[in-house]
């Protein structure tokens, strides 16, 4: 169904497309067609079922029990897709958040972290509420890839113990050791669970080849259940590990946050805010490529926040946009918001329903899923393609992947970002450079469009600034002052190729013209855009003698 938003109050593409209104209410408002509403439906019904075994892995993985997983894709999926400022996107638990959930429950406990989910709930909406959704779009793509690889890594290491049914009494967080113990247990490896974990992943991976109708994760839970119910396999289950899966969702809780609290969790909770914003965005960019839609960033912030806040409330764990069922959703023909409800209500009614069931679940099973989720997540064709680009996008790549891998994954977005940060000032830094607008003694300009600049007197020296003159790159400009010849009495510094200039900018500039006055030349600065202009006119050095139009109000004064 076209997007018919392009305009107007609740517009797609116009300014209040950054507004505040959801998608649902702009949706309803315009009609929906009952041919679009039953594409919807279904869509809605097959993501549901997409959405039940990886809402249980993905619990599972991160340390809680198996319905605080169903809890969140229940409440977060039906908030995300009431109130968000996307048209498909489906909120709820993701492999993302695996790691950061199990280390904040091994630290703070099962309390800790809805406190920690529940005070990231307001953070995201802050963000959305201060319009933060377009500066979160800014996060360099080479670091998104690397933590997402290092999470997928993270990830695999942590079912291997369940997909080969590994008798080991307690595995290590650390990745390193995490590995070590692995190794060194791997004799204890189980044919039965190694065998429904194989089952698992080719499942997950090739059933869609031979059918759209049956997801495949479902076809392996299916599959791998029903031989261990009915040949009565000797492997763990979930009901085995955890207990029986409850059947009903608990009445809300409202969380007292005090400050000694708030001191204690600020740093997990800015954590899941963070990932939480960038990943749910991330998932609203690719699903605008796939609908030819436009999301609204900072609604879908504030619906994201909101949804962390009430799962919280309910025992659930983080939410955010989940781009694998985003995805289906698209694929299957969902449009509109009305999908992602549907498929919180199937997750409902199956939850009420069939939860004791679940309990049958191998362990190995789930490991197989999540597997290939992780697999799924790494962009590793960006890693081969990166080893063969620049060095520069490399570097922040392997680095935030390892730091994931090895630390943690906080530390790898903060190290990433501020090593992206270098690595872009000093490649704006080499590309702003300043030279003779005239090659010394060959009278030709070393750009085509500047012919005229031969023409001029013997007695006026130009030289031209190029790119944007900023901390990083101010310094290479006092160059300048050996490069003036005593013959020179007129000095003209052309900033037509200056975008921008900061504060250091600035006095750099101011040192360079009261060097070359000092010396009894005559300065003028020439060419200025509008935002160089208006931000020098804010000093007091900067003079109207100083300043001149172009080369030809250089000549007049000069003559004059």
């Not at 894709?73 to 039906?78: E, T």
């Not at 608990?250 to 899941?272: G, K, N, S, Y």
């Amino acid at each position: 169904m076209k997007d018919r938003h392009h305009t107007g109050r609740a517009g797609g593409n116009g300014p209040s497309e950054e507004g505040f209104t959801p998608k649902f209410f702009s949706l309803l408002r315009d009609g929906i067609s009952t041919e679009q509403l039953k594409k919807d439906l279904i869509a809605g019904i097959v993501v549901g079922i997409v959405a039940l075994p990886l809402a249980i892995a993905f619990a599972i993985a991160s340390g809680v029990s198996p319905e605080k997983g169903l809890i969140t894709a229940i409440i977060g999926g039906l908030v995300v897709s009431l109130f968000g400022g996307s048209r498909v996107q489906i909120g709820g638990p993701t492999g993302a958040f695996i790691i950061i959930v199990f280390g904040i429950v091994q630290e703070y406990g099962i309390e800790g972290l809805t406190v920690a989910t529940f005070m990231a709930g307001f953070l995201i909406m802050l963000m959305g509420f201060l319009r933060a959704g377009q500066l979160l779009k800014y996060f360099p793509h080479t670091l998104v890839v690397g933590f997402t690889a290092g999470i997928a890594v993270v990830i695999f290491s942590t079912q291997v113990k369940d997909l080969f049914g590994l008798q080991v009494a307690e595995v290590p967080a650390g990745f390193i050791e995490k590995w070590a113990v692995l190794g060194a247990h791997f004799g204890t490896i189980d044919p039965v669970a190694t065998t429904l974990g194989v089952v698992s992943i080719l499942l997950s991976l090739y059933l869609s080849r031979l059918t759209k109708v049956i997801p495949g994760p479902m076809a392996a839970i299916v599959v791998c259940t029903a031989a261990v119910h009915f040949m009565h396999l000797p492997v763990e289950t979930i009901g085995s590990r955890f207990g029986a899966i409850s059947s009903s969702i608990p009445m809300p809780q409202f969380h007292m946050v005090d400050l000694a609290t708030m001191r204690e969790l600020i740093q997990p909770a800015i954590a899941i805010a963070l990932l939480g914003g960038i990943e749910s965005l991330l998932s609203a960019v690719v699903a605008d490529g796939m609908i030819g839609g436009r999301h609204r960033s900072n609604m879908e912030l504030v619906a994201q926040g909101g949804a962390n806040v009430l799962s919280s409330m309910f025992g659930g764990i983080p939410v955010t946009g989940a781009i694998a069922r985003t995805a289906t959703n698209v694929k299957n023909g969902g449009r509109t918001p009305i999908s992602g409800i549907v498929h919180a209500l199937t997750l409902l009614v199956i939850m009420l329903v069939a939860a004791p069931l679940a309990g049958m679940v191998p362990m190995a099973c789930l490991a197989g899923i999540l597997v290939v989720v992780a697999w799924n997540m790494g962009e590793w064709s960006y890693f081969r393609n990166a080893i063969k680009g620049n060095r520069y996008d490399l570097a922040v790549l392997l680095v935030t992947f390892g730091i994931t891998v090895l630390f943690d994954l906080v530390l790898a977005i903060e190290v990433g970002m501020v090593l992206a940060a270098f690595i872009f000032m000093k490649r704006m830094a080499d590309v702003t450079d300043l030279q003779p607008a005239i090659a010394e003694g060959t009278g030709s300009s070393t750009r085509e469009v500047d012919r005229e600049l031969k023409d001029l007197p013997k007695d006026i020296q130009v030289f031209e600034i190029t790119g944007p003159l900023f901390f990083g790159a101010a310094l290479r400009f006092q160059q300048v002052l050996a490069e003036i010849n005593d013959k020179h009495r007129i000095v003209v510094l052309r900033m037509k190729y200056v975008p921008l200039i900061d504060a250091t900018g600035v006095k750099r500039l101011e040192d360079m013209v009261n060097g070359m006055r000092s010396r009894k030349r005559t300065v003028y600065l020439t060419d200025l855009v509008p935002a160089v202009l208006h931000e020098l006119e804010q000093h007091p050095w900067f003079t109207p003698e100083l300043h001149a139009k172009d080369l030809a109000e250089v000549l007049r004064r000069r003559n004059g």
